[in-house]
C-alpha cells in the first residue's frame, strides 16, 4: 500500500491543482476510478518485479518506472495511468548510462528533453499483452485493469530474463544488431538520433567495427536528400570527435 501511495504522488498534485478551481467532486471521483484500476493492475506485478530484481523506483508525471541496476546501466520497467483510469504499459528499456551521457552532451535538431522512461534499446511487447492494452484503452473498468495486469506479471515472468540477457550484455547485443537489417533502427529515437546512439554504443562494445559503422554513417549524412538540414552534420562531426576522445569501453 505505501508503494502504491508513493506511485500516485504524481496524480495527487493533479488532483490538488483541480480542487483549487473548484471541481472536488469530479477530482475525487477521477481519483478513485485510477486507484481502483492501479490496484486490480498493479497487484499482479508487485512481487513479480521485486522477485526479478527491479526495486528501485522513480516516477515522472503519470509514468512510474522500476529500475534493475546492471554493469553499464540500468534496465527500466514502466507504466502510466492517465486521469480516465486508463493504464500503458511501456516496452522494457535497457539504459546504457555512458551513451545516454555522450548522447546529452551533443545539440541536434528536435532534441527532446530526457525522460526516465526513454533508453538507448528497447524491446517489443507480447501480442497478447498488447490486445490487453487494447482492450483497457477501449473500456478502461476494473476487469480490463486485472486482464492487463496478469498479461503483464505472465510477460514479467516468462520473458523478462531474456530481454535482460539479450539487451544488457553488450557482445550479445553487438551479435543481434550484426544480424538486422540495419544496426541504427535497433536504437531508440529518430533516425538520425537512433544512428547516434548506435556509433557511441559500438565505439564503448565494439570498436574494431567502428569504420565500417562511420563509412555507413557519412554515406547517410552526406545524402542531403537523406538529412537536408546541415545542423545534423555539424552534431554528426561533434559527435565523431567526441567518440575519439572516449575512453571507456564495454569489456
Not at 497487484?43 to 526495486?55: K, N, S, V, W
Not at 548510462?97 to 538507448?120: C, F, H, M, N, W
Not at 569504420?211 to 565523431?240: C, F, G, H, T
Request: proline residues 4%; hydrophobic residues 40%; contains cysteine.
Amino acid at each position: 500500500m505505501n508503494r502504491i501511495k508513493k506511485l500516485f504522488g504524481a496524480c495527487s498534485m493533479f488532483l490538488k491543482k483541480v480542487l483549487k478551481r473548484g471541481h472536488t467532486a469530479q477530482v475525487e471521483e477521477a481519483f478513485d476510478k485510477m486507484k481502483e484500476h492501479f490496484g486490480a493492475f498493479f497487484m499482479f506485478i508487485e512481487q513479480a518485479l521485486d522477485r526479478h530484481g527491479y526495486t528501485e523506483q522513480e516516477s515522472e508525471g503519470y509514468t512510474c518506472c522500476f529500475f534493475k541496476p546492471f554493469t553499464y546501466g540500468r534496465l527500466c520497467f514502466a507504466f502510466s495511468i492517465s486521469r480516465e483510469g486508463v493504464i500503458e504499459v511501456k516496452p522494457p528499456q535497457v539504459v546504457y548510462l555512458t551513451v545516454e551521457r555522450v548522447l546529452q552532451e551533443l545539440d541536434y535538431p528536435d532534441k527532446e528533453p530526457k525522460s526516465i522512461a526513454k533508453g538507448t534499446c528497447s524491446a517489443e511487447l507480447p501480442t497478447e499483452l498488447i490486445k490487453a492494452q487494447r482492450a483497457m484503452k477501449a473500456t478502461p473498468t476494473v476487469d480490463t485493469a486485472r486482464l492487463l495486469g496478469l498479461e503483464t506479471f505472465k510477460y514479467i515472468e516468462q520473458e523478462l530474463d531474456d530481454f535482460e540477457v539479450e539487451y544488457a550484455i553488450p557482445s550479445n547485443r553487438i551479435e543481434e544488431l550484426e544480424l538486422s537489417d540495419f544496426w541504427a533502427i535497433e536504437f531508440n529515437g529518430s533516425p538520425i538520433e537512433g544512428l547516434f546512439r548506435g556509433l557511441i554504443f559500438y565505439q564503448l562494445a565494439d570498436p574494431e567495427l567502428m569504420d565500417e559503422r562511420l563509412e555507413e554513417s557519412d554515406a547517410i549524412l552526406e545524402n542531403r536528400d537523406m538529412v537536408p538540414d546541415d545542423a545534423w552534420r555539424v552534431s554528426y562531426q561533434k559527435l565523431k570527435e567526441r567518440l575519439l576522445a572516449l575512453d571507456e569501453s564495454y569489456d
